[in-house]
């Protein structure tokens, strides 16, 4: 896969060949640099983040956004998130009948790469279990199976860049039994083999996908059946590795450690994040970049850390600043000093507040926008710090510096959707987002600090089991829903162009 000179080679790859070329790497478990390049897409040096994507858009940033102020080279697309109506009606996006349909259908650039999973990242678990032909699915009207070869269809219709193969894991489920760690791994080799198989049937006329394979979160001589047959027969059909357990990364078989390793281990923070680099990690989703922006929290750390100012302070600094509070309100510093995005050189802090104060969507478009940059920045120090030989010392410097964890939530996010929720809490009573307003005379009993907050529109947030709330809306159709059985419900199931 690396060549001496990648960019020469380049033009001579068939169109829809993924090239990973190793840039500096000093061993199996180690930190690495590297590039991901595919004709026609912008290339991404590694380590890298792409953008992770709710109902194919990053939220909060329209795709006009994203070309000016995000500029990210990649984003991961959920295929939960498309097929809503299924299996009752054919879903819109199989409809739209233009080349490259699904860019087209979400409206990102050309030269983004688009990589497509089955599930969001992190997925949110589904009360029905896999079964040997079917995983479960959380559409945003229900819970869904789909077959493994509804996939491989809708992967073909969608032509998407990169497909990250069907992995059977039990999410959400804490203690998995031996046995069903057994099946695990063959139901996933089955659907590698499957979707292999269907790719290497579509025409040369049309476009091929690129296949990471996934490797589950499992012991390796649990999954070695899957392991081997990896090694064996598909090792020129992949084109690199998804991989849903970071720690497991010492158990990789040599022969698989030159594919580019995306990461579907959610990182709880940026240490973690480094972690998982120090392990030689590639590529990341990282979903705490949006529920920070929604909670309302600018990201506020670089890589490496800054020096100590004063050696003997032994309190670390934030991870992030929390815009809800109200010390911001008359601040008109930008969220973070030296920060080059859009938010930081166009707007200050107190504007930043005001706009969440008054729910208005683009305070949480600046915050997400701002992430964005923030852990874009983080990614270009990791390289660099990869690259002069200072990683191991700069991860100690980083850890030392900041707190362990990001910043607790204080203030209301915007209006929660329907994926947000955890499955177990589906038959809860109570309104799930709060009412807008209330009235007046409720408003009395109020202390003075709690009014002034009021003022600012900022809820006083009393219950804090009403902050991770649900849209009503987007739980039509999940609650009460009828327990359809799987032959009905595959019955109708058909991508349309399906010739496979
Ligand atoms: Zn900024």
Redesign the pocket.
Known sequence: MSSANPAANLNQLPPEMLDFTLLKTTGALAPRLARLSLAGRKPILTPAFIGNTSRGVIPHVSQDNFRKCVGLNGVYVALEDFVEKHPQKTPPIFLYDVPDPLRRFIAFPQDTLLVLGARRTPPIPCPNANTNTEISLLTSVGFKAMSSDYYAAAARKLQPDIVVGLADIPFGQEAVGTKRKDKMSDRTETWMRDITAKRSSIGKDEKRFSIFAPILPIERDLQSWYLEHLMENMLDKISGLAIYDAYLLDELPEELLRFPRLSLHVPASPQELLRQVSLGMDIFTIPFVSSATDAGIALDFTFPAPEKSDSSESSRQSLGIDMWQASHAESVT???EG?T?Y??TTHHRAYIQHLLSAKEMLGWVLIQI?NH??LDAFFAGVRTSIESGTFDADVAAYEAFYEPTLPEKTGQGPRVRGYQFQSQEHGKAGKKNPKGFKKLNGEAEMNGEVRLKAAHGQQPNRKPAMRDVIDDEALLGLVGMERVEPEVQMESLKVEDDSS
């Open positions: 930008p969220l973070t920060c995005c938010a930081c701002h940059g923030i």
